[in-house]
């Protein structure tokens, strides 16, 4: 199961979100761009997108909210991703 603390989402885990995805939502919070993000991940605009889109379709939830003109920003899911991430290096560097 993947558990969220602080929501009531639950989902059956399928293995889609992995260390290999984290950069890109952590590159798409740095730089508020996902060509940018994809860039800098080594990856091409259509696999970021492809890669994002397979996130949010485990996830059943956008991960990224995309205007055109306006940039992207993390929507509170992908926040509270990059966050449990964060926790997670720090539990393990103090145990």
């Given at each position: 199961?993947?558990?969220i603390?602080?929501?009531n989402?639950?989902?059956?885990?399928?293995?889609?979100?992995?260390?290999?995805?984290?950069?890109?939502?952590?590159?798409?919070?740095?730089?508020?761009?996902?060509?940018?993000?994809?860039?800098?991940?080594?990856?091409?605009?259509?696999?970021a997108?492809d890669?994002?889109?397979?996130?949010?379709?485990?996830?059943?939830?956008?991960?990224?909210?995309?205007?055109?003109?306006?940039?992207?920003?993390?929507s509170?899911?992908?926040?509270?991703l990059?966050?449990i991430?964060?926790?997670?290096k720090?539990?393990?560097?103090?145990?």
């Open positions: 199961m993947v558990y603390p602080h929501s989402y639950q989902k059956p885990f399928q293995g889609g979100f992995s260390k290999r995805q984290q950069p890109l939502l952590n590159e798409v919070q740095k730089h508020g761009n996902l060509r940018i993000a994809a860039s800098r991940c080594g990856y091409s605009y259509r696999k997108w890669r994002l889109k397979q996130m949010e379709t485990l996830f059943d939830a956008k991960l990224v909210n995309m205007q055109r003109g306006k940039g992207s920003q993390l509170p899911l992908g926040q509270k990059l966050e991430e964060h926790e997670n720090l539990f393990l560097t103090m145990h």
